[in-house]
T-cell receptor
Framework: KNQVEQSPQSLIILEGKNCTLQ??????????LRWYKQDTGRGPVSLTI?????NTKSNGRYTATLDADTKQSSLHITASQLSDSASYIC????????????FGGGTRLMVKP | DTGVSQDPRHKITKRGQNVTFRCDPI?????LYWYRQTLGQGPEFLTY????????KSRLLSDRFSAERPKGSFSTLEIQRTEQGDSAMYLC????????????FGPGTRLTVL
């Protein structure tokens, strides 16, 4: 069964600090891995997308890594801002006819002043 | 704004009533997906369309749920005889069948069944 597990479930950090979110997956056959940011009451918005051959991808203060051998990914947020408070969802796409997505449960990040 | 719109944004209904949600995807996208998301969880797949054809349905999509995409553009999701367990955020996403098939999500419709 395809699964995506994220940790921690929730995280509180002070503004300006860095943090790293983790994602482990068992999705086969693997197509790509995405990190989404979802603000409360809104739809998810894509931050990064990585294919099998990519092991790091940056988008401003967000840097995602992928280890396809161990099936792990991380999202590192640098110099956090209050606006980073949101849920971060790891999503893995299977190389199937519908490119079906398997979603993790998300990490709820709260950045405090 | 991703370019995917959903209407309404919020819906409060009484148990047993029928509700219908609409999704307008990005115009050139030929794939359209529906997901359900409950509080603190990631979205769960319900169904998807390629153009007007409904290609896959999740076991979560009971016979009270029906989705259509009659002209391959906008889509509707109807829930008949709503139950309190249907309370959730209903998300729509669209993608173009090429490249990485990245899905762009709408803002969602939050359904509350009293």
């Amino acid at each position: 069964k395809n699964q995506v597990e994220q940790s921690p479930q929730s995280l509180i950090i002070l503004e300006g600090k860095n943090c790293t979110l983790q994602c482990n997956y068992t999705v086969s056959p693997f197509s790509n891995l995405r990190w989404y940011k979802q603000d409360t009451g809104r739809g998810p918005v894509s931050l990064t997308i990585m294919t099998f051959s990519e092991n790091t991808k940056s988008n401003g203060r967000y840097t995602a890594t992928l280890d396809a051998d161990t099936k792990q990914s991380s999202l590192h947020i640098t110099a956090s801002q209050l606006s980073d408070s949101a849920s971060y969802i790891c999503v893995v796409s299977a190389a199937s006819a519908g490119n079906m997505l398997t979603f993790g449960g998300g990490t709820r990040l709260m950045v405090k002043p | 704004d991703t370019g995917v719109s959903q209407d309404p944004r919020h819906k409060i209904t009484k148990r047993g009533q029928n509700v219908t949600f609409r999704c307008d995807p990005i115009s050139e996208h030929n794939r359209l997906y529906w997901y359900r998301q409950t509080l603190g969880q990631g979205p769960e797949f319900l169904t998807y369309f390629q153009n007007e054809a409904q290609l896959e349905k999740s076991r979560l999509l009971s016979d009270r749920f029906s989705a259509e995409r009659p002209k391959g553009s906008f889509s509707t999701l109807e829930i008949q005889r709503t139950e309190q367990g249907d309370s959730a955020m209903y998300l729509c996403a669209s993608s173009f069948l090429a490249g990485n098939n990245e899905q762009f999500f709408g803002p969602g419709t939050r359904l509350t069944v009293l």
